[in-house]
Structure formats: C-alpha cells, structure tokens
C-alpha cells in the first residue's frame, strides 16, 4: 500500500536546502511531502488537518531544539498546535500518531534526511488512513 | 466581547447527519477572538468534518465561509447567492450569530457548532474571563472597574463573604475573590469609605426584561 | 426553656447568653430532629437551625424550627439567600413570625456547587445585609421592599454571622458595621479556637461602638479528633486554628480526643467570658448535640436564667 507522510520542517534544521529537500523527494518518490517553513511556529493546525485531509497518513513537523528556536518560542507554541490537531483528528477515530512533532533535543545535529528516514520508519507502521479508503488522495 | 467554544465534534457529527450539503459558516469577529469560530477554526472543523466524511462513507459536500459578523443583518445578506446550494449551515458563530442567521433564513436548519459562554477579555493569550454579566444598570462606578456581579460567585454587593481566603474565592480558588479586589481597588483611589454604605437590592429586572430585551434607537434608523 | 423571645429578652437582662446548633434531617421524619432538641433543653436559650447548609437538601429550616417551637423549644431561624429571591424571602420572614418564630439569623449560604445539587441555580437576590435590612424594615416600619405596608409587622430579633478570621482582614470590622447598621441585633461569630485573634478583633469592634449597638456571641466547637481539627485548619475557608490546639489534640490518644476537645472548649467559653463586649456563646457541635449539655455544664452556664 502506498504510503504519503508529510513533513513540515524548520529550515533551520540542519542539511535541509533546497538541494537536500530535491534529493530527499527523488529518494522517496511520492511517498512523502516536503513543506519548509521559516519557524515551525509558523504552522497552524489547519495546515496539518488538510495535509491529513487531502493527500498524507501522516503528517510531522520538525522543530528546533528547545531555548535555541530563533523567534524565542516558535517551536514550543508548534507542540502546543499539533497536540490541537491532533484532539481533532482523535474526535474523529484517527490514531493521534497521525500528527506527531520531532523536536529536536539540544545537540541533536541530525540531518533532515536523517530525521526524515527515522519518522518514514515509524510512520509506516501506521496503517494506510481511513480517510483514503474509499476515496482518492488529492495530488 | 462574547466568548464560546467548540462544542465536542461527536455532538456536532450527529446534529449534521441528517445534511448532504453542509455550509460551515465562520464569523470573524468575537468568536474568532476568542480562537473558536472564525476563519482559521472553520477551516479545521470543516476539514475534519470532510475527513470524517471520507472516512465513513458518507456523501455528504462540506464547504466553508467565514462572515465579518454573524449577527449583522448586512453581512449575512451576503449568503443570499450561494444558500440555494446547501441544505443545512453549520454556524460557528455565538448564539446571537446562530439565530440571527436562522432568523433571516428560515428554511434553511442552522446548527450552532459552539457553545455560547460569556461577554469577557482576553486577559492574555490563550485566556478569556467573564467579566460583565449585561445587568443593563452598570455600578462599576461604586465598585471601582471591579464588577461584584460577574466576577463574585454570590454576586454580593455587599461582600465579602466568610469564604475569601488570601484573596482567592472559597467556591472556585482559581478565581481572585471579587470583593478583594474592589477593596484593593478602591484604596488605591482612597474611595474605601464607598463601602461603608449599604448597597441596596439590585433592580434585576433591567436583566431580566420582560422577555429578551431590546434596544430601539430612532435616531440610527433608516 | 422559657417562652418565646427569652434569647432576646435573655440578653436584654445581661445575661451571658447561650444558643446552639441543630441540623435538620435529610429526610421528612419530624422525629429525628425532635431527638436532638431533646439534648439541647434546658440546656441553651435558643438553638439554630441551619438551611439547607453546605448546599445539601434537608428539611427546610422553617419547618424545623415550627417543630421545635411546638415541643416548646425556642428556635433561630437561619435563612440563606443563596436559594430564594426576595419574594420568598419576605414571605417566610411573615410566615415565621406568624408560627411564632422570632429569632432569624440572615445569611449569604454556601454557594450551590458545593452541595449536592450543583446544577441548582444560586438566587443570591438579595444578599445578606440587603436581607437584614429588609426584615429591619418590615419590622420596625411594617413594609416590605418598594415601600408596601404590611397588616402585620413581623416582631424579629434580627441576626447575622461573622468571620473575625475572614480574608480580607482589615475589611472584616467594616463589615460588622455595616451589618449592624442594616440592623442586626445579634451577631454569632464563626467557631473560635485563637482567642489572641479574636480579643483583637473584639477590640477594634469595641473601639468602633459596635459592640453596644449589637449582642455579640461567640461561636465554638467542640473538636471531635485530631484529624478534624487538622481538617479544619487546612480546608475550611475562614478558620483559624492555632498548631497549639492541633498539638493539644495530637498529644492524647485516640479515645480520648473527644474528652480534650471538649476540654478546650469549656476552656475557650471561660475566656470568652472575660472578653468585654463578648454577650454569650453559640455552640456549635453539629451530629455532636449531646456534647452540648455537657459543655454546658462545665463551663458553669448552668442553669440557664428564667424569664418573664
């Protein structure tokens, strides 16, 4: 079954340009979604339901660490967000891993292709969303 | 202004059952305030809406709009062109916005998506508190910009009780106690003596009405 | 027990005073508050009754004490205004002084989401000094809110209570004043186990007249245990109890607290005694009536005076 994750992701990650981001989706093919974002506060949660909505299982947002976010508190008003997604799509009877946030802990250096692979892991053993079962995913 | 929030999604599934063509309605102004029915939070409720949906099975179209008001006749005029395309709306606008839309469009069932709390502020990002109970006889003046009527459990005019604890309220201690705060208040101001006068019986009636109230200006009528 | 008003005639003649507590039952059995009465004859010149306290739905105070009045006792009407609206309120005030009851004590009550009707709306009209002012009225001048006469003014010996050990603090004396001058005659004041405190209180109260204008009685309980003294200390708004008092109880043992507890309350009668300005006491030892005669006793109030 094929799978789509989302990713949003704080280009302050480290190893995300706009290279890495090409080499990244010609790896995965159309089994994921990059989205960059100039401060992972920048997300709204509707942002995260429409990703679920139209086109992905799954969707994460990947932050800086915490204290080290260059607006002071985007990322932690991003966890704050994704947990009111994520009592969204739970009303409904999606698995709230659906919406999950990778915070980076201090002097986690990570790539983006690093931390894309780890999430694509897990995500994966999600099954395929309902939200697809009877009706095609929007391109 | 008016505070709401959203009613549990569960509750809102069964009221739109019925529907095959729902027009979520936003309304941009108090609720959108208090991050509950305006633009954004439309968006949100009619995508999961649209999910759920998808999910079950359903045939059902989920279309949102989001009104600069809900409960100004101009504004909801607007929807004149499009109402012919759904059978039910779906309003995140207060009480007020809910009927006044259901006022003006009778044919059409309007489904409140929030429940409807109380006339406060935003004392700080991410907290609204109620803080006027529209009793339409404002004593804010003797009670220095504190209202003993909203914000004292007992609303007692001549407080406090035996329940004030280190300025909290025995019946709800995340709350300041009112009475402390009027006395805080009205020191700053040397106007404590104010309290010294026995505050007579409040004339609920300019609350109650006869009904629900109304208010008739001929001067800003066409 | 004398006949009816011997509280205010009792305290009129300056004798110390002495009223009790009285909760009405969870259910319609007359009987059971009848029993408890039985403890408290002879033994006190008045005895309360509370209203539906702490929110919980019990016999109706008024009811209650139209039952003691008819086993010869004399009662204290409480009224809360938390569950009537005005109209009802001056209505009960007429309906018991018509089964001759004429001691009513006015109250703000426990707010509703205490008890066991949450959901319950609080009515809170009036609050209490509007209400005291309101019996005041239908008393002295026979009319009720609005200026309406009555046939009949209701003879009330009016009361309120009062919480030296309240927040705010430096408010709590304005507030006696303000209830004295709405028109209480007589003041109960919440269970008292820090004298230094309230011979503080009864200082500034004295300093201000008050205690001319109005008979104050002291409230006290008799501590049952240890632990509820502690209970009282942590979780009851509007309390003070001294770690002395919580020591005193802690150091004896278990069956034996009851007996300290009322040692220390025989204790604090004594010293209310000597505070001047300090009228009588109201003992409140509720589900613990039989504690009162005892009390009583020992704190030589014992017999109560007859009147005329």
Known sequence: MERVIAFFYCQNTPSSTETDRQ?????????????????????????????????????????????????????????????????????????????????????????????????????SKLPPSPVFRYSEREV | MITAEQKPIDEIRKMIAPYKRILVLGCASCVAECAAGGEKETAMLASTLRMAARMNQEDVVIQEKTLERQCVKDFVILLDDILDNYDAILSLGCGAGVQAVADMYEDIPVIPALNTEFIGETKDQGLWVENCLGCGDCMLYYFGGVCPLARCSKHLLNGPCGGSKDGRCEVNPDIPCAWQLIIDRLSRFNALDRLEEIYPPKDWSKKQGKGPRKIIREDQQK | MNSSHSLKQILGQGHFAVTAECGPPKGADPEIILKKAEYLKDKVDAINVTDNQTAIVRMSSLAACALLKSAGLEPVLQMVVRDRNRIALQSDILGAA????????????????????????GVFDLDSIQFIQTVKAMRDEGVILGGESLSKAPDIFIGAAANPFADPLSFRVTRLAKKVKAGADFIQTQCIYNLDRFRSWMKQVADRGLAEQTYILGGVTPLKSAGMAKYMKNRVAGMDVPDEIIKRMEGVPKDKQREEGIRICVETIEQLKEIPGVKGVHIMAIEWEEAVGEIAERAGLLPRPAVE
Do not use: W
């Open chain 3, 98 to 121: 018509a089964l001759g009851i004429q001691n009513v004590l006015c109250l703000s009550g426990d707010h509703q989401s205490f008890g066991n009707q949450p959901q319950a709306v």
């Open chain 1, 23 to 123: 080499m990244l989706e010609k790896k995965y093919g159309k089994n994921i979604r990059l989205f960059p974002i100039p401060c992972s506060g920048r997300l709204e949660p509707v942002h995260i339901l429409r990703a679920l909505e139209s086109f992905t299982d799954a969707a994460y947002l990947i932050t800086c660490p915490e204290g080290t976010c260059r607006y002071f508190e985007g990322n932690l008003r991003a966890r704050k967000r994704v947990i009111r997604a994520q009592q969204f799509i739970t009303a409904i009877g999606l698995e709230k891993e659906r919406a999950g946030i990778y915070m980076r802990s201090a002097g986690n250096t990570k790539k983006l292709s690093e931390i894309v692979e780890e999430l694509f892991e897990i995500a």
